[in-house]
């Protein structure tokens, strides 16, 4: 789903007064080498510490290394925050001293730390902050949403706003409109916000309040409103010029302490599900990065991001810091930087993706952002900058223009790093195989199958194209490597959930199988969200396996995912999740 959007939309409420500006070069070399001397001393002093034995030994249970000698091992040594050994128990108890802590697996299972290599991590913060929640994942029906609202309506004085979201008019009934907001109140002005990032709707009073006037048309950039059978306005808004003005005057300007509470809060209901990194995709500024960076040390899992195309000059400071093939990490941090983002299309469920048919029922086809021309332009101007590219693309037209720009501005396998086609929705295996002759991966967005794949099949698309939606087992035949994402907060968080749903791609609206031939095995799952999605952000050397001098970033369920019904894997506890071998969660 789309989140170009929601990412200038959320970005312009943040106010800066106490974040500092974009960094000069100068000023930024300055930062970066005081807190590299800052982290130097501390990893001299964990280096000292950890010549004395290790901090903590983890044993008794299976340790899954995640390594081309994927066999599960029987202890593993951590100290200064990396990885000292793994292996035998009594290979790794060598390491053991008086002040070495043994933690007793019991018969869990351990992992590397499980990544999300696409993951709106501000965003989510703040919706989760600032926004209702009056999704699917809490209410099955409209009106239950409507009843949800009617509560909130109750315990807000007059006149103040009723801010909601994650509303998904597929999942959830269809759309809602002025005429039902205005039965829950005309005395509050009203937003919901779609879970898509394109839609939102509004009440009246919400509409009076925004200065929207019946006579309004499409406004500069694609932005327009709803109408009725009656040509009047109906409460729906559309794209992100409409949705800005509602946005602008809904919600309020976002402080640093408020982002700072809204991520903590955030990230330990991510780490509790199992995540150790995030990496969000184009949506933070150049101007967060100090901030985040030093945010990152206090929070319950690693953070990565890449910046947008319209960031392109900013980001020339932050790719000083090392070669684009790798992560750059921002020095005394848990904050990364890879790579540059643009959206080429929109969202199937909207029917915004840009493909080379029409949608079911609809003489539709959805259209790019932009055109091949201005897409590979883009492309050059990262190349140039020292970034690979990310591209937003759910349909197949889209991705078709994506890899043209991608071919064309950078050629097979780039020095600049791994180029990514983000969602890969509606992929052909012709592009799949081009794909791999240009040296791009696909990252996928499984639970699109997993809530969409009836709607998909019934409404959108049909039975033969939805059973090559994320075609996860073709590349698995082709050799592609891949990853998985929840697009949080697009749809809910949890890697065990895209597990689950990448081996068995069975939708939970009514329980069918869609495609079943793209299923692919449990290893090539927890791939997909370990070793794949850190060498998606560039990080493969740092995260993603276990193996001596890698950052202790952990993961510990309660039970082995290897000997669990496949139906069963996303409801496997999650016991304790560490990052640089400190204990976040458990």
């Not at 290979?91 to 933690?103: C, E, H, M, N, R």
Request: proline letters at 5%; charged letters at 20%.
């Amino acid at each position: 789903m789309c989140r170009s959007c929601i990412s200038s939309l959320i970005a312009d409420r943040v106010t800066f007064n106490h974040w500092d500006v974009p960094p000069s070069r100068r000023k930024f070399i300055a930062y970066t080498a005081a807190a590299g001397a800052a982290a130097t001393a501390m990893t001299a002093t964990r280096k000292v510490a950890a010549a004395g034995g290790a901090d903590v030994i983890f044993r008794n249970g299976t340790i899954i290394p995640m390594t081309a000698q994927q066999a599960p091992v029987e202890a593993l040594a951590i100290g200064g925050g990396k990885i000292l050994a793994i292996g035998s128990e009594s290979d790794v108890s060598a390491l053991a001293a008086s002040t070495t802590s043994i933690v007793d697996l019991q018969g869990r299972t351990l992992l590397p730390g499980l990544i999300d290599p696409h993951h709106h991590t501000c965003l989510s913060a703040l919706w989760a902050d600032l926004l209702i929640n009056v999704g699917y994942t809490k209410y099955l029906t409209r009106a239950e949403v409507i009843t949800a609202l009617q509560a909130a309506v109750a315990k807000t004085p007059p006149g103040q706003w009723i801010r909601a979201g994650y509303f998904d008019n597929v999942l959830q009934g269809g759309d809602l409109s002025m005429k039902q907001l205005d039965a829950v109140s005309t005395e509050h002005p009203i937003f919901v916000w779609y879970v898509n990032g394109h839609v939102a709707a509004a009440n009246s009073t919400a509409f009076k309040l925004v200065k929207i006037p019946q006579d309004v048309g499409v406004l500069p950039g694609g932005g327009h409103f709803g109408r009725g059978s009656d040509r009047k306005l109906n409460g729906l808004i559309y794209e992100e010029p409409a949705l800005l003005r509602f946005t602008a005057v809904a919600i309020p300007d976002i402080t640093p302490d408020m982002m700072a509470k809204a991520l903590a809060s955030y990230t330990k209901q991510v780490a509790a599900v199992g995540n150790t990194t995030l990496h969000e995709p184009g949506t933070i500024k150049p101007e967060w990065v100090q901030p985040l960076a030093r945010l990152s040390n206090t929070l319950d899992v690693r953070l990565s991001a890449s910046l947008s195309t319209d960031a392109i000059d900013q980001s020339k400071v932050f790719a000083a810091l090392g070669p684009g093939a790798k992560a750059r990490m921002i020095a005394g941090s848990r904050l990364s930087l890879y790579g540059i983002k643009f959206w080429a299309d929109g969202s199937n469920q909207t029917e915004t993706g840009a493909q080379t048919k029409p949608y079911l029922h609809s003489t539709r086809k959805g259209k790019t952002n932009y055109s091949e021309s201005q897409m590979a332009q883009m492309c050059r101007a990262a190349m140039n900058a020292g970034w690979p590219i990310l591209i937003h693309c759910h349909g197949d037209a889209a991705i078709d223009d994506a890899l043209d720009a991608i071919e064309s501005a950078y050629g097979a396998t780039p020095a600049t790093g791994l180029n990514r086609i983000e969602h890969a929705t509606m992929a052909r295996q012709d592009q799949l195989e081009r794909m791999k002759r240009l040296g791009v991966e696909p990252t996928f967005h499984m639970n699109l199958v997993l809530l969409y794949g009836a709607a998909y099949r019934d409404e959108i698309f049909g039975p033969q194209r939805t059973r090559f939606v994320n075609p996860a087992g073709a590349c698995v035949k082709a050799g592609i490597p891949f990853s998985l994402h929840t697009d949080s907060p697009a749809a809910p968080i949890g890697p065990l959930r895209l597990v689950q749903t990448a081996m068995i791609r069975r939708c939970e609206i009514d329980g069918s199988v869609i495609g079943p031939d793209q299923a692919i095995t449990l290893e090539q799952a927890l791939m997909a969200v370990t070793i794949n999605a850190a060498r998606q952000i560039g990080m493969e050397d740092v995260i993603g396996t276990l193996e001596s001098g890698k950052e202790a970033d952990l993961t510990i369920l309660e039970s082995d995912p290897y000997k669990t019904d496949p139906t069963k894997i996303m409801a496997i506890k999650v016991s304790e999740t560490w990052v640089g071998g400190e204990k976040k969660f458990g």
